[in-house]
Every structure is written in C-alpha cells, then in structure tokens.
C-alpha cells in the first residue's frame, strides 16, 4: 500500500486546485483532473458510494451501512492557497520526493488528509469490511476563501443534507494540533482535538474629511483619527477568561502537569487572576482566553502630499465562546466615539463547544493515543482559525477538528508558506490512524 499511496498523494499535489475569492482566477480544469484522479486511484470507493456533486467540484459521496445508527462524516478540501513559486526550493505542484518527505501545496494543508482519509476506506473496503453505519465523505473545492461564501461547496452540502434530515453521530475535520507542552508543564507532545471554533469579523474604522493639501493640515488629519482609534482597541483589549473549551483542556491536560502548574490548574478558579495574567501573555494562550482585535490593513489618499479625504483601517476580530459580532461592534463603537464608522464585514459567530464527555470524542482520543503511544496527552481545545467544520454545529452530536500526522513544528510553519512538506513515515502513519479511527467510528 505505501509505494501506491505515496504515489496518489503525488498525483493530487500535482493538481493546481488554487483558490482564489475571485473565481475568474480559477482553473477548474485543475480540479476536474484531481476529480478524475481519485476516481481512477480509489475505484471501490466510487464503486461502493453514492457520489454527488455540488457547486461544480465539491463531492458528497455516502457509502451506505448496514444499521439505521446515526452516520460519521469525514471532511476535507482539495483546494489550496496561492504559492510564490520563486521561493520554493521544489516545484510547488510537483509532489518530488527529497530525504523521506513529498514536497508540495497542499501536503499539509490538506491535500495529505485527504488521500490519507481515501486510502483508509479504499482499504476497509478491500478488506471487505463492513459498516454499520452510513459514512459520508464530504470533500470541498473552496474551503480556502471560507464556508461564509454564497457558493461554498461545504455550506451547499451542508444545507443537502439538512433538508434530508441527517444528524451526524459524528463530524471529523482538520484543525487539531500537536503542541510542546513544556509551557503547561508537561514533558512531551500534547495533541490537541479542536471542539469549537472562535467566531470572525472584520472591522472597517473610517474617519471622514474634506481632503486637501498636506501643506496646510488640519488639526488632526483622518488618517491620525483612525490610526487613534485602532491604537485604542489594541491597547485595550478583551476581557480574559476561561470558556466551556478551555476548562475542558485543562481538566484533562491536569493529570499530565508537573507541580506548581498542577496545582495552579487544579484550582484555577481561586488563582484564576494569577494564571490569565502569564497566559495572556503569550499570543497563543491567550487567543484562546479573549476575543482578539488586531489592525491588519490600512488605506488613505492617494498621494503623499494630499490629504485622505477618507482614510480607513481595517481590524481582524477572532471571537471568543460567550461573546457575538453585535457585542463586539458595541464595545468597539464605544472605544472609538462616534467619529469614527464602523463597518462590519464576514461576521460570523462563535461555534458551540462541542463536548468531549462522549463516546464520539473517546474514539478519537483512544485512536490518538493508540497509534502515538508516546504523546503525553489528548485533550480538547478551541480552535482561534476557521474550518468549514464549522458548518456541522447543531446537526452531529460532536463536531471534531484533528491532526493525523505526527509532523515536526519546522514542518507546521510551511502550511501557506513556502516548502510545505509531508515526511513519507508520518504519511503513511496517517493513513493507519484514519482506518483505526473510522472502523472505531462506524461500527
């Protein structure tokens, strides 16, 4: 199995399924040709399964079971983000072998998941096992320019198969993460299984004037206005707190901990003032205490000696469980005064958590610490990045983002950068921990 399935995550990098939100700027021949590919790589697949396609390229493809048990879906996308191609030491698209990895787009993010995910079931099939449940694979083209697009191939899926009637034991995507728990006091790798998912927003500040030449300035120009306002949602940001995810992590995280930590988590609420002051000081833990504002983009006048008759900036908002886009634009409007407008665009609100007390989120940790016996623990978390799982909230009993491979952090910086890269071992290692998982989850 390895040689084949190595070479059919070959042939699926080499498929130029670049997303863009402009889709003038696609070529859909790219995805056509990854369609065509997986067709002929996994012929039991197509066989066996009810395939359906939705906006073009998304694919739905139900292989039935034997019981009336609520069905697992198994999601992904085959699309991927734009490359420089200058700066890659391999051909982006050319899925070469060097010192035991695949380089190419889409080996991490998250072309290696999928194949990885069809070659577990290509092989239960040859195994001529049998589900008891439905399964679902539910493969998008777009994923890449977010599920909050009208023609997004995993929100179109989602609303077929709402109108059907179909509510998932269990929904299981990309988004998990592998972190050196040193941090938290544990010696060794933490895995981490995504539970819910931040909200997102952004933000338009724009100030307003009559413009003119920068020679004679007024008082306070609008670019200062709103560059003002933008240093004072930064300076003063979010109220930190623990949320349904992050207690549920440090619950299960507790028992690996090493005193003082253990003791510290243990009765977090007592030190909780303690404990959010250090976490609030690192971005990553402190991503997922807060709703997060950050200044991202900025336009003024079109000249370096006229005055922006409008000058705007524009803030990047991740919110947190308990929070909303309405209680957020409040608390901005009331920060920067009404001089400032306030635009919002892509809003989309905070998952639910789903929860990790289940038998669904079992299977996953028991896969997890079967197949990576030396990982020092599995727990819940909240993803601070978007997935189109977050589609699935209110129509499975637990929806789950994870992480299949074993990869190095050197490796996780290449995901939408450049040299993304797969290790050959981890690779196939994948694959064994989805036909664990999957025969766990659909029986």
Known sequence: MSEAAINHLQRAIRCKTVSY????????????????????????????????????????????????LPPIGLMGHFDVVPVREENWLEPPFGGVIKDGFVYGRGTLDMKGHVISMLEAVESLLSEEFEFERDVYLMLGHN???????????????????????????????????LIDGKSLGIDGTVALIGVGEKGYLDIELTATQSGGHASMPPKISAMAQVCEAAVKLEKNKFPASFNDATNAMFDALNPAMKKPLKFLFSHRSLFKPLLLKVMTEKPDTAAVLRTTCVATMAS???????????????????????????????????????????????????????????????????????????????APY???????SRVYHGMAKGVYRIAPFETEKEDMKTVHADNERIKIEHYIKGIEFFKSLIKKASS
């Open 382 to 388: 909240l993803m601070v990045a978007a997935t189109d």
């Open 143 to 177: 994923e890449e320019t977010g599920s909050i697009m009208p023609d997004s191939g995993a929100s179109t899926i989602r609303d077929h198969l709402k109108q059907q009637g179909i509510y998932f034991s269990m929904v299981v995507d990309e988004g998990g993460a």
């Open 21 to 68: 939100k402009d889709r003038s700027l696609m070529d859909f021949s790219e995805f056509e040709k990854f369609i065509e590919n997986i067709r002929q790589d996994f012929p039991l697949i197509f066989a066996n399964g009810q395939i359906e396609r939705f906006v073009g390229y998304s694919l739905l493809i139900k292989l039935p079971g034997k019981s009336k």
């Open 300 to 378: 003024g006048s079109f000249a370096p000696n006229v005055l922006a008759q409008k000058a705007s900036i524009v803030c990047n908002v991740r919110i947190i469980p308990g929070e909303s886009v309405e209680s957020v634009k409040n608390r901005v409007q009331s920060l920067v005064g009404e001089q400032i407008e306030v635009k919002l665009h892509n809003g989309t609100e905070p998952t639910d958590i789903s929860p990790s007390n289940i038998r669904e989120y079992e299977i996953i940790e028991e896969t997890t610490k079967e197949h990576y016996p030396h990982f020092k623990a599995v």
